[in-house]
């Protein structure tokens, strides 16, 4: 059978929160199938196999601390994963899509995971009248040992040129426990990859620093870091690679403004912003008006209206001047004065789409 696997992904870092939410996966639209035999999408938490699921059945995971948990599908061939958010207080919904067009046994399967408003996942689960399948942190899949869902199925994100050194900055819960990174986009060049890896990790605050593995001229960024604090109401935007499965390699743009100078739970790491994000974004670079570098996406409550986080510059620059050498900062910010237009069209080469395995 061949087999085309559609994959969306958000990656979301809660580091150090003390209270924790509920995940609740199950089947929200099958296509193309008259009937899915029993129990033939196979669940992964964390990259353990908890087994089968039906179309009647919902699987509930429940954790006592906020946390990003890793959830792969598997239908046959087809295979999707994704990090989802355990919040405080939160019932966090996860609709499994299956698609499947062709004749027999001769067509193409699609599995997409999809987040979905607490308000339709709960209408959906009423009028089927869902039989829920409860785990909590005594199964193993909360344990500290992971295992990859899939090496074939790879982890899209979002990457960016932070110092002419060819230091890369991106989200550590989208390369954690990576095989291998690679990066498009390096000079612009969306048709070769280049393979990065790990230098440098702050978990806490979901910064890892990458290098690539050959020596390749990245140039010179056109912005500077700025790490004086914005200030809530400040024009923003942000650039980045989501939902790249659906929406294609286009760089793509998001405007908004500084909503709050701390995120969730007066979290002092990060903004809070009103610009959206969607799959893939984690890594996306925050810019002010002027172009100035102010932060990294990180994280978002999907069950809120445009309630989105950047870890700030501070800590970026804290984690680079930890490496060993010399990796010298711009300190000309060659997009000031330009409009927005203009400011993209430069940004384009520095920054990156990004695929972990």
Request: include cysteine; proline fraction near 4%.
């Amino acid at each position: 059978m061949r087999i085309v696997i559609l994959v969306t992904l958000l990656l979301l870092g809660f580091a150090g929160y003390s209270n924790g939410g509920r995940i609740i996966i199950f089947h929200y639209k099958v296509s193309g199938i008259m009937k899915m035999q029993d129990e033939s999408t196979k669940i992964f938490i964390n990259g353990v196999q908890i087994g089968g699921i039906n179309q009647d059945e919902a699987l509930q995971f429940s954790s006592s601390q906020s946390r990003s948990i890793k959830v792969g599908i598997d239908y046959f061939d087809a295979r999707s994963q994704m990090f989802v958010p355990a919040v405080s207080g939160t019932d966090t919904y996860v609709g499994i899509n299956v698609q499947y067009s062709g004749v027999g046994i001769v067509g193409t399967v699609g599995v997409r995971l999809t987040l979905l408003t607490p308000e339709v996942a709960k209408a959906f689960l009423q009028t089927k009248g869902f039989k829920i399948k409860k785990y909590d942190e005594s199964h193993p899949v909360f344990s500290d040992t992971e295992k990859e869902i899939s090496p074939s199925s790879p982890v899209p994100a979002t990457a960016f040129l932070l110092c002419s050194s060819g230091i890369v900055a991106t989200s550590y819960l989208a390369v954690e426990g990576a095989k291998k990174i690679v990066l498009y986009g390096i000079n612009g060049n969306m048709k070769e990859f280049h393979e990065a890896q790990l230098l440098a990790k702050d978990e806490k605050a979901d910064i890892a620093l990458l290098k690539l593995k050959h020596n390749v001229a990245m140039g010179f960024a056109p912005y500077i870091l700025n790490s004086k604090p914005a200030d809530t109401g400040e024009d923003i935007f942000i650039l980045g690679y989501p939902m790249s499965d659906v929406m294609g390699l286009e760089l793509k743009l998001s405007t908004g403004v500084i909503s709050s100078k701390s995120g969730y739970l007066n979290e002092a790491a990060v903004y809070q912003i009103s610009a959206p994000v969607q799959m893939g974004n984690a890594g996306s670079p925050l810019f002010d008006k002027s172009g100035n570098l102010l932060g990294m996406v990180t994280a978002t409550i999907p069950s809120a209206q445009n309630v989105n986080y950047a870890v700030k510059t501070s800590y970026l620059e804290n984690l680079l001047y930890s490496i060993d050498g010399l990796h010298p900062l711009n300190t000309q910010n060659r997009l000031s004065g330009k409009p927005l237009t203009e400011q993209v069209k430069e940004l384009n080469n520095y920054i990156y789409y990004m695929e972990v395995f």
